[in-house]
């Protein structure tokens, strides 16, 4: 049996991220496929040890707006494919998703849009959950038919139930956790037929947050927000054993205000 581990991590911004421990992280890793959000550089602006990291195959999703979102995905295997954006035309060169094939499975990167609440950043986080929420779908029947599994990683910006956030009474009329984007994410569920795989394997607990504000003591209070998932397919997410959010030992040491979230498979 051999093992497949995944982490999605929100970088925050990777040239600063560079300086802060991300390079030693990803030195360190055990995972064998990394997807990165808000990268917020083109290739081009980051250090070659950063853009060409040795022993990965790298494909960058910049955004065409400088110094906003981006994501990409890193690979111990060389893919078999690899697709830039969904087929939106509005969305699809904003650096906010990329996937790569491997044998036997999908792994795409996600940056879903932040969103605010009365303001043109909801309307625009509205519009990508609908036509993503039809990728999805055609992904997994795509996949389905060609004897594929998927794994959607990444920053979905929406904690889903009130164990995904630590304040949730607080919250309920700001973006991340409105009941309409939470009725979203359930769709996301039931209607395009994805596991949450950390919350699988973490049933009954708060969290495991992994991301808190910068402002005020929220790291340190742990007063987070679950919003990085690892959605799968069914058959593959009954494969995940273990899921483990990289929370940093002290706020100093954190790289970015999310922390890693890495999800082990034993296919």
Known sequence: MSTLTVTTANVNGLRAATGKGYVEWLAATKADVVCLQEVRA?????????REPEGWHVLWAPSVAKGRAGVAVLSRTEPQDQRIGFG????DATGRYAEIDLPGLTVASLYLPSGEVGTPRQEEKERFQVEFLDHLKALR?????GGREVLVCGDWNIAHHEADLKNWKSNKKNSGFL????AWMTRVIDEAGYVDTVRR????????????????????NDSGW?????????????KATSAVVERAATHPERWSDHAPVTVMFEL
């Open 226 to 238: 679950r919003i990085d998932y690892q959605m799968a397919t069914p058959a593959l997410a009954e």
């Open 42 to 50: 083109e290739p081009a602006q980051l250090a070659e040890h950063v």
């Open 179 to 182: 009941p309409e984007e939470r």
């Open 141 to 145: 029947e795509r996949a389905a038919a």
């Open 201 to 220: 394997l973490h049933p009954d607990v708060d969290g495991p947050y992994s991301w808190w504000s910068y402002r005020g003591r929220a790291f340190d």
């Open 88 to 91: 939106s035309t509005e969305f």
